[in-house]
């Protein structure tokens, strides 16, 4: 494969010095220790394995990172998939791990067994932090798919770029601020022609939807529009938590209020209050995970 680990145009890269931005806001340190990489050998994930290799010889980075590639057995090619990352992360160096898992579906159920399988991993080599390559163009999906069924604010904040996967692991994901573009564009630098997967653009499901009817068109309107509405999300992030402490002090954790009380509040707090209510009630869901 012959990657161009010691290329100036490659440790310069954008995508290697956003990577140790993002790693720094969602961490709070480059001190990392363990960390889990998912790498499926698409473009975002084979980017996000680039960039923590240029990023590791950095001064004050300390991290180790674990490449886990889950193997679904959905795809014909998936054994290609497989031998491509186990191939690149040993010219890198990089330990790299396949683990098998047979969902009877895809969807939420191979998500499910994915996130297990790292969560495994995690624990087993004693990383805190799981990461994934969620980039701009996927947050904007994200909250497209929100606005489109009525989400509240929380819903309309995005993927957080930190969430508690399990007990003492987190799972981030550093490259939210990234344009899809800029990952492949480390990739065709380093010299690597990454996996394709044709079902994340297969137009049957939502997002492969998304990406092609959608998408192209906010991106023609306003260039860069997914990279700007994933900066925002962390504004509506923060205003959500800050509605949500509101509701807490006003609501409690009751759900029997008087007509009186409830009208002395804000309609916004009002409201915020109520949809909270119905999701603790299980009638409703703000969250993305």
């Known amino acids: 494969m012959n990657v161009a680990t010691d290329d100036i145009a490659v440790k310069r890269h954008p995508v290697v010095t956003g990577l140790h931005r993002g790693l720094t806001s969602a961490c709070g340190t480059t001190a990392l220790g363990p960390m889990v990489l998912a790498v499926s050998g698409g ?9 923590m290799d240029r990023m590791r010889g950095r001064s004050g980075v300390d991290v180790e990172p674990h490449v886990v590639h889950v193997h679904h057995h959905l795809r014909a090619e998936a054994d290609a998939d497989a031998e491509f990352v186990h191939s690149l992360c040993e010219e890198l160096g ?5 683990i098998d898992v047979h969902p009877e579906r895809g969807g939420a159920e191979a998500r499910s067994l994915r996130y297990d399988a790292l ?13 994934t390559a969620h980039h701009a163009e996927d947050q904007f999906e994200t ?12 819903g309309l904040s995005g ?9 003492g692991v987190s799972l981030v994901r550093p490259l939210l601020q990234e344009a899809k573009a800029s990952l492949h564009s480390l990739c065709e630098t380093a010299g690597v022609a990454w996996r394709e997967d044709p079902t994340n653009v297969d137009p049957t499901t939502l997002r492969g939807r998304l990406r092609r009817d959608v998408l192209p068109v906010l991106e023609a309107l306003w260039p860069d529009a997914a990279r700007r509405v994933s900066g925002n999300a962390d504004l509506v992030r923060a205003a959500s938590e800050s509605l949500d402490a509101a509701a807490d002090e006003c609501f409690g954790g009751g759900r029997e209020w008087t007509r009186s009380s409830l009208r002395t509040l804000d309609r916004g707090l009002r409201l915020a209050g109520l949809r909270r209510a119905l999701r603790r009630a299980g009638l409703g869901s703000d969250g993305i995970d």
């Not at 473009?43 to 960039?51: F, I, N, Q, V, W």
């Not at 798919?145 to 509240?152: C, E, K, T």
């Open 43 to 51: 473009g975002d994930s084979t980017a996000l394995l680039l960039a």
């Open 94 to 98: 990089i330990g790299c791990e396949v």
């Open 119 to 131: 969560l495994g991993t995690a624990r087993r080599v004693g990383a805190a932090w799981v990461a």
């Open 143 to 154: 909250i497209i798919a929100a606005l489109g069924r009525g989400a509240g604010p929380s």
């Open 159 to 167: 993927m957080a770029p930190r969430r508690e996967l399990g007990d």
